[in-house]
C-alpha cells in the first residue's frame, strides 16, 4: 500500500523565512510525488512534480523540493516567505501499479506573519 | 482551470435525499477524479473514471456512485444524503492517469441537513 504523510498540520514563519513543508512518502517502488497548493474558497494548483527525471524538482513561485531516496522524503522549501504564500498545501503520490488514484497528505497550512 | 466546470457550487439538501453533483471538462482529458475534502481529512478519493463507462472505486466510497457516459462528463451522486456527507467536493481531470498531474475545479460545497 502507499500513502503520504505530511508532518505538521500548520506551519508558522515570518515574512522572509525559510519555508520547509514536510513529506514522506511509503511506496514499493519509484513514486510520482506532486505538491499542490491551495488559496482559501479555491480549488488546488500544482505546484511542483517528481517524475525520476532530478532529485531536485522547481516549481511554481519560488517553491521547490528535492526527492530523497533514503529518507522516502519530498520536502517542499521556499527560500524566502511571502505574505501571499499563506495557503494550505498538499503533498500527494500514485504509488505503484496502474491505478490511477493520486492519494493526498493531509494538508499543511502555512501561516506568514509579518 | 483547465476548463474544468463544477455544477453546482453550493449546495443544501437534506438527510435522505438523492443529489447528484455534475462535472463538466473541454480538455478531452482521459481520466476524471472525485474527491472530497474534510478538516484534518486533506483529500480523499471518492471514485475515479479512466475512459468512459470506466471507473473505479477510491478509499471513501461507500454511499456514492458515479457515471460517466460521454468523456466531457462525470456525474458523482449521492444516493440518500446523510449528514457525514457534508463536505467540498472536488472534480479533477487527467490527461493520461498515473504521473500526469492532476488538474482541479473549484469545488461543490454540499451541505445535508
Known amino acids: 500500500a502507499q500513502s503520504v504523510t505530511q508532518l505538521g498540520s500548520h506551519v508558522s514563519v515570518s515574512e522572509g523565512a525559510l519555508v520547509l513543508l514536510r513529506c514522506n512518502y511509503s511506496s514499493s517502488v519509484p513514486p510520482y510525488l506532486f505538491w499542490y497548493v491551495q488559496y482559501p474558497n479555491q480549488g488546488l494548483q500544482l505546484l511542483l512534480k517528481?517524475?525520476?527525471?532530478?532529485?531536485l524538482v522547481k516549481g511554481i513561485n519560488g517553491f521547490e523540493a528535492e526527492f530523497k531516496k533514503s529518507e522516502t522524503s519530498f520536502h517542499l522549501t521556499k527560500p524566502s516567505a511571502h505574505m501571499s504564500d499563506a495557503a494550505e498545501y498538499f503533498c500527494a503520490n500514485f504509488g505503484s501499479g496502474n491505478t490511477g488514484k493520486l492519494i493526498f497528505g493531509q494538508g499543511t497550512t502555512l501561516q506568514v506573519k509579518p | 482551470d483547465a476548463g474544468i466546470t463544477q455544477s453546482p457550487r453550493h449546495k443544501v439538501t437534506e438527510t435522505g435525499t438523492p443529489v447528484t453533483l455534475r462535472c463538466h471538462q473541454t480538455e478531452n482529458h482521459r481520466y476524471m477524479y472525485w474527491y472530497r475534502q474534510d478538516p484534518g481529512h486533506g483529500l480523499r478519493l471518492i471514485h475515479y473514471?479512466?475512459?468512459?463507462?470506466?471507473?473505479d472505486k477510491g478509499e471513501v466510497s461507500d454511499g456514492y456512485s458515479v457515471s460517466r457516459s460521454k468523456t466531457e462528463d462525470f456525474l458523482l451522486t449521492l444516493e440518500s444524503a446523510t449528514s457525514s456527507q457534508t463536505s467540498v467536493y472536488f472534480c479533477?481531470?487527467?490527461?493520461?492517469?498515473?504521473?500526469?498531474?492532476?488538474?482541479f475545479g473549484n469545488g461543490t460545497r454540499l451541505t445535508v441537513t
Open positions: 517528481y517524475t525520476s527525471a532530478a532529485t
Open positions: 479533477a481531470i487527467s490527461q493520461q492517469g498515473p504521473g500526469s498531474p492532476l488538474h
Open positions: 473514471s479512466y475512459g468512459v463507462k470506466d471507473t
